[in-house]
C-alpha cells in the first residue's frame, strides 16, 4: 500500500483528489493539509511514502515543502498538481527533488499512475513542460524571489525586513538587484514578469 498525504488550499479540489485516489486498491490517503505549514506538522506526524502538493498555497508553497524536505533528507516522495505550466516553477520542483509534475487537466488515471511511478523511484513530468523547463534560465537567488514576493503583496521594505529578519537597506538591495537582473523600471514589474515567467 502506497500512503498518500495531500497538500491543497482548496478545499473541493482536495475532496476530489482524496476520493479519487481512494478508489485505487493500492492507494491509501493518509493524510490532508490546506496549507504548506500545516502539511509540514503532518509529514512529520504520519511519515507518507508521498505528498502530492499545490504550489501556491498560504504559509509555504509546495516549492518550499520540497526544499524543505530535502534539507532534511526526509524519505518522503514529492509529486507537484498544479494548474501552472510555467518552465521556471517546473524547473525548480526538479532542482528540489520533486518526482513528479502534473497539470490539473491531465486525465485522473494519470495521477495515479504517476504517483506508483515515482513510487519505484521514477519521475513522472509532463513532456511538453519538461522539453521547455531548461529554455530559460531563472536569474533571481532565493532572497530576491522571497523579498520580491512580499512585495508583490503590497509590502514595505521595512515590512519585508521584519519579516525576513533582515535590515530595510538589505531588503531595498535585494530588490534593485531582482529589478536590474529583470530589466524591468520598479519592483511591481519585476514581481508581475517574475511571476509570469514562474520564478515566484
Given at each position: 500500500m502506497i500512503r498518500v498525504m495531500l497538500a491543497e488550499d482548496q478545499g473541493l479540489v482536495r475532496g476530489a483528489l482524496s476520493?479519487?485516489?481512494?478508489?485505487?486498491?493500492?492507494?491509501e490517503v493518509v493524510a490532508t493539509a490546506s496549507d504548506g505549514e500545516m502539511a509540514w506538522r503532518?509529514?512529520?506526524?504520519?511519515?507518507?511514502?508521498?505528498?502530492?502538493?499545490?504550489?501556491?498555497?498560504p504559509g509555504l508553497t509546495g516549492l518550499e515543502l520540497?526544499?524543505?524536505?530535502?534539507?532534511?533528507?526526509?524519505?518522503?516522495?514529492?509529486?507537484?498538481?498544479?494548474t501552472f505550466a510555467?518552465?521556471?516553477f517546473l524547473r525548480r520542483a526538479l532542482?528540489?527533488?520533486v518526482g513528479g509534475y502534473l497539470l490539473k487537466d491531465a486525465p485522473a488515471e494519470r495521477l495515479a499512475e504517476a504517483l506508483r511511478q515515482v513510487h519505484r523511484g521514477g519521475r513522472a513530468v509532463d513532456p511538453q513542460l519538461a522539453l521547455a523547463a531548461w529554455s530559460g534560465e531563472d536569474p533571481l537567488s532565493d532572497r530576491e524571489r522571497q523579498a520580491l514576493r512580499l512585495a508583490g503583496e503590497g509590502?514595505?521594505?521595512?515590512?519585508?525586513?521584519?519579516?525576513l529578519n533582515l535590515s530595510a537597506g538589505t531588503v531595498r538591495n535585494y530588490l534593485s538587484e531582482a529589478?536590474?537582473?529583470?530589466?524591468?523600471?520598479?519592483?511591481?514589474?519585476?514581481y508581475r514578469l517574475a511571476r509570469q515567467k514562474g520564478w515566484l
Open positions: 476520493a479519487l485516489l481512494g478508489l485505487e486498491s493500492d492507494l503532518e509529514l512529520q506526524r504520519c511519515h507518507p511514502d508521498i505528498l502530492v502538493t499545490d504550489i501556491e498555497m520540497a526544499q524543505r524536505i530535502q534539507r532534511h533528507a526526509m524519505p518522503v516522495k514529492v509529486v507537484i498538481v498544479t510555467r518552465e521556471g532542482e528540489a527533488g509590502l514595505a521594505a521595512a515590512e519585508i525586513a521584519q519579516r529589478i536590474g537582473k529583470l530589466g524591468v523600471g520598479n519592483r511591481i514589474e519585476a
